[in-house]
Structure formats: structure tokens, C-alpha cells
């Protein structure tokens, strides 16, 4: 849980009071669902990071090369259907105690924006975080193209301006943001360590490992790690397996800069991926015969699957998928530009067929072949992803895969895509995780709010 500094109204805060702090002063430690931070007073306070697959060792489409889609899944599957379980350090780090902001009680800030930054559009979840969280307001608006690409930001300015708009069109307090980040540049190693107690020491050995298993140099990159498995042998030698994350250090200041320049007061940097997981399910005690549960949320450009069988979030990995790859198949098939068939992918169903307006029998089908040729190569990622999260020490059984995001939404796309991966596959609601307050109103296309409203949370 995070402990910020007390709530303020969105205008007490001035965008003078945003520091220009380094990134080392925003990655401050790694926790998969739940962020723990520090603040010091004059500070502003971050649970950042980033967690994805490494540029080493990604699985490739050619795991699976050569053979249907369906006929090449060799999946684990969970005896029972999936639940979150919650999985701690024996020996949890010993937190600072935050200090109050003068002339009022020290409080724990309950309400946060989570903020999603994608090719296409912005998307923020204003959530009130006291008991069940609680979606105060939504709001979401076009991103003109070229600001952010494959989840880099091209223009940093211009992506501020952009920011202080959308704020301030939607009155979204400024005081208390919750960015979220997923690209390839962000990546992570498991390893094992044995016969160290001592933290200190163990600290030096992970950063040590660090130099030889990173693929950039430590100075150019941030990084942190955690203990996802820890136990003790008979002999009393002291086992553990640690998640360690790097991102490239100029990724996440290029976000930093945007929201700077936008007045924004940013409490933490999240992966998507953690976000996506806090959005789908609440952790809960797991059960041994349940198994993992598998997000996929599908952006514009870009896919995120994550993996998680408890707290903490085990597997990610980025595909450079989205729903524009949908466009641009069925341009081909109808030989047109991508941005003049956007109409025409909305009005496509893969549960059975439609009539869709302006297109003939002919053209219709040769668009389903089109959607159905895109979806196999998708379906390819995704299972060469989960062959080799199962190959890792560790890894459990297919639980549950919940799939959402924008183009999601289409109707019969995630049966389309488990039939084709051989594992049942479900549109996920992220509306069901949160209470919905007066003012939201019920929107179209809601999976595209996945992860904003899972960076808002606060578990």
C-alpha cells in the first residue's frame, strides 16, 4: 500500500510545486500488485517500475513455425478455475515513517488518477481507494499520431500540452497521478540465489548477477527487484528467487518530462502489466490446484500479456500487436488505406456473419479472412509467450485467460483467439473490480479503461 502525503485539492496544487526530480528519485522499489513508497518532505514520492520480457531469450514466432496454431499448444492447464493468491516475504523491509505536511494529520492519500498513455489516445480512472475501490470519474480523448509510438515518447512537449489539455477539458485532479509504461525497452530476469541471509549482502549479489544478465549497461538503466520465493533447507541454507527489472533510464524520464511540463504531480510509475492484473481480479488467497491467471490487454499498437499466480505479477512480456493490425489487414483485403476502414473493423463480428454496410458478400468474406490470418500470427505470440513462461522454474498451470483492451471488444475476437491458442479465452470487465460512482456513465468500448483503471487502484 502506498503511503503518499496527505490529499490536497487538485488546486492547492501549482505546477511550480512539481520538482524536476531525477528518475532515481521516482524508482524508488519493485512490488507487483501492490507498490509500497517512502516520502520525504519537499519530495515528491514514486512506486515505480517496470517489468517486462528481455530482448534475450524472447520467445520467437518460429517455436511453433510450420504447424497449425492449435496443434502446436502444449500448455499446462490448472486443474480448477484461477484465483489470485497472495504471496509475501517472510522478512518484509522495514518502511520509514512518512511526515506529515504541516498543520494537518498525517493521512493516507486514498485517491489516485491512473493515467494510460497509448498511440491513439489518452484514458485516465480517477478511483477513490477506501475499502472497495471506488471509479469517481472516466475520461479518455484522441492522440494525435506520432506523439507515442510503440510506447516511446517521440515529443515530450507536445505530449505535455496534450496532457494539460485533457486535465483540465475533464477538471481530473493533478495532485496524485499514477503513470503507466510498457514497452520492449523495459525487461526482467528471474534467478535463483542460495546461501545468503544477510540483506545487505544479498543486495550486492543481486546487483552483481545484475552486470552479467542485463542486456544494457547499469548506466544507462534503472532497476530493482523482489523476492518472489524464499524458503530455507534442512541444513538451514537459505534459498530465493528474485525478479529482477531494468528499464532504460531515458523511457521513463521522457514520461517524467511530459508530466512536468503538464503540472502533473506523479506518484508512481507503473507497468501496465501490474496495472492490467489489479484491474481483471483483487489478489485472494490461492488454492495448490488453481493455477495462473493470464492477462491480455490489446492496444493500438502494442499487446500486453502478463502472467501472475499471486501478489506478484511472474511474467510479461510486449508484442508489437494492437488493433491496428486488424486495420491494416483489412485494408489489404479491400485494398484501402488503414485509416479508412476503422468504421468497417467496428461493424465486424467473428461469432458469426453480418452484413456490413457498403461491402459486398464477396468482400466481407475475403475481410474475415483477412481478420482470421491476423489473429493466427497473434495467436502464434501469444503461445510461444506461455510456453515459455511454463519452461521457467517456478511457473504454474493456465488458470484463467481474460483478454481485454479496445479492439477486444469485437465481437467473438477472444473466442476467435482461444480457439486457435487451444486455451479458453474471456473478455475481461474491468467495470466489475470497482464500485462505480454517480458520475460514471456507461462507455463504449470500456476495455480500453483496463489499465487506467487498474493504475488507479490501489490494493
Not at 507497468?271 to 490489446?298: C, K, S, W
Not at 506478484?312 to 484501402?336: K, Q, T
Amino acid at each position: 500500500m502506498d503511503d503518499l502525503r496527505p490529499e490536497r485539492d487538485a488546486e492547492d496544487i501549482r505546477a511550480d510545486e512539481v520538482s524536476a526530480e531525477s528518475v532515481e528519485a521516482v524508482i524508488d522499489r519493485l512490488a507487483a500488485y501492490s507498490h509500497e513508497v517512502e516520502e520525504e518532505s519537499g519530495a515528491m514520492v514514486e512506486d515505480v517500475i517496470a517489468f517486462a520480457e528481455p530482448e534475450e531469450g524472447r520467445p520467437q514466432d518460429d517455436v511453433i513455425a510450420g504447424a497449425e496454431v492449435e496443434d502446436a499448444v502444449v500448455l499446462e492447464l490448472a486443474e480448477s478455475p484461477r484465483r489470485f493468491g497472495r504471496r509475501r516475504n517472510s522478512e518484509p523491509k522495514a518502511q520509514k515513517e512518512p511526515k506529515p505536511a504541516k498543520g494537518s494529520k498525517e493521512k493516507r492519500a486514498k485517491k489516485l488518477v491512473g493515467l494510460k498513455i497509448g498511440a491513439s489516445q489518452i484514458a485516465a480512472a480517477y478511483v477513490a481507494n477506501n475499502g472497495a475501490p471506488e471509479l469517481v470519474d472516466v475520461a479518455r480523448e484522441p492522440l494525435e499520431p506520432g506523439l507515442v509510438v510503440a510506447g516511446e515518447i517521440r515529443d515530450p512537449e507536445a505530449l505535455g500540452d496534450a496532457l494539460k489539455r485533457f486535465f483540465d477539458l475533464h477538471k481530473l485532479p493533478k495532485n496524485a497521478v499514477r503513470l503507466g509504461v510498457s514497452n520492449n525497452r523495459i525487461g526482467v530476469r528471474t534467478f535463483e540465489i542460495e546461501g545468503i541471509s544477510d540483506p545487505h549482502v544479498l543486495e550486492n549479489a543481486i546487483r552483481f548477477r545484475a552486470e552479467e544478465v542485463l542486456p544494457i549497461p547499469l548506466d544507462q538503466a534503472v532497476l530493482d527487484y523482489v523476492v518472489l520465493e524464499e524458503r530455507k533447507a534442512e541444513d538451514g541454507t537459505e534459498w530465493r528467487r528474485i525478479l529482477l527489472v531494468v528499464a532504460y533510464r531515458d523511457v521513463v524520464d521522457r514520461y517524467l518530462q511530459a508530466c512536468r511540463r503538464a503540472g502533473l504531480r506523479v506518484v508512481g510509475i507503473d507497468h501496465e502489466a501490474f496495472a492490467l492484473l489489479r484491474a481483471l481480479q483483487p489478489p485472494t488467497e490461492r488454492e495448490d490446484t488453481t493455477g495462473a491467471l493470464v492477462g491480455i490487454t490489446i492496444g493500438h499498437d502494442r499487446t500486453t500479456i502478463a502472467v501472475s499466480s499471486g501478489t506478484h505479477c511472474e511474467f510479461a512480456r510486449v508484442l508489437d500487436w494492437g488493433g491496428w493490425s486488424l486495420n491494416v489487414a483489412i485494408a489489404r483485403a479491400l485494398d484501402r488505406a488503414p485509416t479508412e476502414v476503422e468504421s468497417i473493423k467496428r461493424q465486424l463480428s467473428l461469432a458469426g456473419p453480418v452484413a456490413i454496410e457498403g461491402l459486398s458478400d464477396e468482400q466481407i468474406t475475403r475481410v474475415r479472412d483477412g481478420i482470421q490470418r491476423a489473429l493466427a500470427a497473434f495467436a502464434r505470440e501469444i503461445v510461444s509467450s506461455l510456453q515459455f513462461y511454463q519452461a521457467q522454474p517456478g511457473s504454474h498451470g493456465i488458470g484463467a485467460v481474460l483478454m481485454t483492451g479496445g479492439a477486444a471488444q469485437m465481437d467473438g475476437l477472444p473466442e476467435a483467439v482461444g480457439e486457435l491458442v487451444g486455451v479458453p479465452i474471456q473478455l475481461g470487465d474491468p467495470w466489475r473490480r470497482v464500485k462505480l460512482g454517480p458520475k460514471v456513465e456507461p462507455q463504449e468500448q470500456p476495455g480500453s479503461f483496463s489499465v487506467a483503471i487498474g493504475l488507479g487502484i490501489d490494493d
